[in-house]
C-alpha cells in the first residue's frame, strides 16, 4: 500500500508546480519556483553607465558581480524611487545567472500544470512574448512569466530596449 501511495505522490507532484507571485506597480505575476534561486530581499542597486534601459544596476552576489533586470522596464512601467526584491533566476544550462528586480515578492500557490491557458488577448503586444500563459486563480489571473526570456544576452538579441 505504501508503494502505491508513494507513487501516487511522485505523479501529483509532476503534474503540479509551485508558482510564486510577484509584482511591478498593483499587477501581479507568477514565475516557476523551480526557476528561482534565491530572494534577495531589498537591495541598493549600482547603475551600470550607458546600460540599456532594462539593466536595473549590479548588486554584489556571493562575491560576483549580478546582473539585474528591470520588471517594470520590461513592462514599460516608470521606474520606482523604491528598490524591489531582486530574485536570483539562472537559465536552464545554468550559464547564466541574474536577477530580477520586482516591487516585491507574494505568496506561493501549488497548481496543476494542466491549469496553464494561453497568454490573454489583453496583454500588451510589447511585452507579451515575455509571459508562456496564465492560471485562472479566484478572483485574479496569474500571468507566468518565462525566465529564460529575461536573460540579459538574450534581451541584447531582441534589440526592443535601446
Known sequence: MKI????????EEA??????????GEESFGIDTGKIREVLGRRGLERVPMAP????????????????ISFRALL???ESPETGCVLVLEDDEGQERFGLMVDAVGSVVTV????????????DAKCKWLFDGAYKMEGNLLVQ??????????????GMFR
Open 4 to 11: 502505491v501511495e508513494q507513487e501516487m505522490h511522485i505523479q
Open 53 to 68: 534601459v532594462f539593466i536595473a544596476g549590479v548588486v554584489p552576489y556571493r562575491g560576483d558581480v549580478l546582473t539585474t
Open 145 to 158: 512569466l518565462d525566465p529564460q526570456k529575461l536573460r540579459p544576452s538574450r534581451l541584447a538579441e531582441t
Open 76 to 78: 514599460g512601467l516608470p
Open 15 to 24: 503534474e503540479s508546480v509551485s508558482v510564486c507571485s510577484m509584482f511591478a
Open 112 to 123: 496543476g500544470r494542466n491549469m496553464l491557458e494561453a497568454n490573454p488577448c489583453t496583454l
